[in-house]
């Protein structure tokens, strides 16, 4: 084949950097922060998503401490209400249909 084209220091520099590193020069090279274990992300807390406020407003202007609100615990079932009056008894089954005649 033909001789690579000459490359610019540069770049030179950089692809030795990454073959150093075991990148291929087909791949680009992973980014640094999914590699690397993060701390959880600070979100909003319940009541300020419920009115649409950005985690700036909520954390940062407003001074919330609330937990993150998909970490707030599911709020209790509504009881039940009491039936007030007996119901009715269940019906009972339908008669068998006739059998068709051969």
């Given amino acids: 084949g033909r001789p690579a084209p000459a490359r610019p220091a540069a770049a030179a520099s950089v692809a030795a950097a990454a073959a150093a590193a075991g990148a291929s020069h087909r791949h680009r090279p992973l ?3 999914t590699a690397q274990e993060s ?12 009115a649409h ?22 709020k209790p079932a509504k009881p039940k209400p009491k039936p007030t009056a007996a119901a009715p008894p269940p019906r009972a089954p339908p008669p068998p249909l006739p059998r068709r005649r051969s």
């Fill in 31 to 33: 980014n640094q922060h």
């Fill in 39 to 50: 701390a959880p992300l600070e979100l909003a807390c319940a009541v300020c998503k419920a």
């Fill in 53 to 74: 406020r950005t985690i700036y407003a909520c954390r940062a202007t407003l001074g919330h401490t609330a937990p993150n609100w998909t970490e707030e615990k599911a």
